[in-house]
């Protein structure tokens, strides 16, 4: 029993400043990709005698904090009004002065098809393989929407750049 619980303290520690900001890219709220964090880790902890290789560790996490974060939107209702202006509804995030603010509305502005893709190699350091396997994709599936968020990502730039040109 004691081995069990050091092996799974050393993944705890090991990944959890990175599981956390990966959540946090996904839900950007701090108490939800905290409890994320948390539920993977008890998930984890339940199904640890699964973990047979430690260098798949990572993804293996990752694909737990995936599902968790999927999980949270299985039941969930949105409310619906008939009557809103959809004009009229204001895009706080916008007419941010930082780059990195600026990136992270071009990468939220990214369907999760792509961004998701995108932040498991930038953020979490994945190879197309690992992220196919943890999205249950084909590896030319994950280039594809690698270059296609990319792609996104240029042509917001480059519009951004114009508009600020000409203003």
Request: charged share 30%; aromatic share 8%.
């Amino acid at each position: 029993m004691f081995d069990r619980k050091a092996r799974f303290e050393a993944l705890a520690r090991g990944y959890s400043s990175e599981l956390y900001r990966f959540a946090y890219w996904l839900c950007r709220d701090r108490f939800t990709a905290e409890d994320l964090v948390q539920e993977t880790y008890t998930r984890a902890w339940s199904s640890l005698s699964e973990l047979r290789d430690e260098h798949a560790a990572k993804s293996w996490l990752y694909t737990i904090l995936r599902r968790e974060h999927a999980r949270l939107y299985e039941r969930k209702r949105l409310t619906v009004v008939d009557d809103m202006d959809l004009d009229s509804i204001v895009d706080e995030r916008l007419g941010s002065v930082s780059d990195a603010l600026e990136m992270r509305q071009a990468l939220h502005t990214l369907p999760l098809s792509y961004r998701e893709p995108l932040l498991l190699q930038v953020m979490g350091g994945f190879t197309c393989d690992e992220i196919a396997e943890m999205m249950q994709l084909n590896v030319g599936a994950v280039m594809t929407r690698l270059s296609r968020a990319r792609l996104a990502l240029r042509k917001r730039n480059a519009g951004a750049a114009a508009r600020e040109a000409t203003a």
